[in-house]
């Protein structure tokens, strides 16, 4: 799982949450100060903005490593077919 560093928009420490977490509607404390930071795609903090950009990036790469081939964009979760013909859901918020 990759992480991606997020600066704080308070105390400007930078620390480092999974990429499979930082999607629209997360909320986390920052380490340091512990204010409450929202990731929200249409966030006013650039920092915020940019961590989620990164983040999507990393998930991209990551499922087209896994994968190997290109997922449409905006579509959440795959379905795919097993050998024996059951329908398995993985999803992009997955632990590893
Ligand atoms: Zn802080």
Sequence with gaps: MSFVQIQCTRCKTVFRDRAGRLQDGYSRQC??????????????????KQAM????QARKE????????????????????TQTGRIQHSSEDEED
Excluded: H, I, W, Y
């Design 31 to 48: 380490p340091s100060c512990e204010v409450v930071l929202f990731f929200a795609e249409d966030s006013p903090n650039p920092q915020v």
């Design 53 to 56: 950009k990164r983040a999507r």
């Design 62 to 81: 990551r499922r087209e490593t896994e994968m190997a081939r290109v997922s449409a964009p905006q579509v959440r979760g795959n379905f795919s077919r």
